[in-house]
T-cell receptor
């Protein structure tokens, strides 16, 4: 089954404690991206990657890091989380750089206290 | 800066009552406009991609259309299972591949 898998689904952490949210896709897609979704603000792109070792900033990259060492994986790293990073996070992948037919993961609800 | 505005924010329809959702956009060269459906607690689900003005796409009771400034998602004779939030997004041609989403229209279809 074609899917994008995020882990964990739910996470509560404390300010400053580094964390990683994993994302993996099994469709051999080139394009992957991370979004955060907040009430009233919609989905905002954090980072995207057009292929292995190729990443770029989206609209809200501050406080986040990503890496794309393998085609299937695109982890999101919060080096020093702060309460304003409390949000619902989605990973997505699509077969080409035009982001056609993007597949989204189930989401990770992060709370930073 | 790319911008996407969706209206209305919320829409309540009786089952069978057709309507349209609007997505207005500004982008420096449109690479693609996308429609997604999002159910509560889930990730968005892809519906359509439109590439150029005049293009139309259909899927069951949904039809998406595109002009140079806006896109419409027409819902014909909706059913309760069409209740969801509908998201519009654009991708720019301008040398990078980032995607900008609107805040969505929350649709409720009442039996």
């Amino acid at each position: 089954e074609a899917q994008v898998t995020q882990n964990p689904r739910y996470l509560i952490t404390v300010t400053g404690k580094k964390l990683t949210v994993t994302c993996s896709q099994n469709m051999n897609h080139e394009y992957m991206s991370w979004y955060r979704q907040d009430p009233g603000l919609g989905l905002r792109q954090i980072y995207y990657s057009m292929n292995v070792e190729v990443t770029d900033k989206g609209d809200v990259p501050e406080g986040y890091k990503v890496s794309r060492k393998e085609k299937r994986n695109f982890p999101l790293i919060l080096e020093s989380p702060s309460p304003n990073q409390t949000s619902l996070y989605f990973c997505a992948s699509s077969p080409g750089t035009v982001n056609t037919e993007a597949f989204f993961g189930q989401g990770t609800r992060l709370t930073v206290v | 800066e790319d911008q996407v505005t969706q209206s209305p924010e919320a829409l309540r329809l009786q089952e069978g009552e057709s309507s349209s959702l609007n997505c207005s956009y500004t982008v420096s060269g449109l690479r693609g406009l996308f429609w997604y459906r999002q159910d509560p607690g889930k990730g968005p689900e892809f519906l359509f991609t439109l590439y150029s003005a005049g293009e139309e796409k259909e899927k069951e009771r949904l039809k998406a259309t595109l002009t140079k400034k806006e896109s419409f998602l027409h819902i014909t004779a909706p059913k309760p299972e069409d209740s969801a939030t509908y998201l519009c997004a654009v991708q720019s041609r301008e040398g990078y591949q980032k995607v900008t989403f609107g805040t969505g229209t929350k649709l409720q279809v009442i039996p």
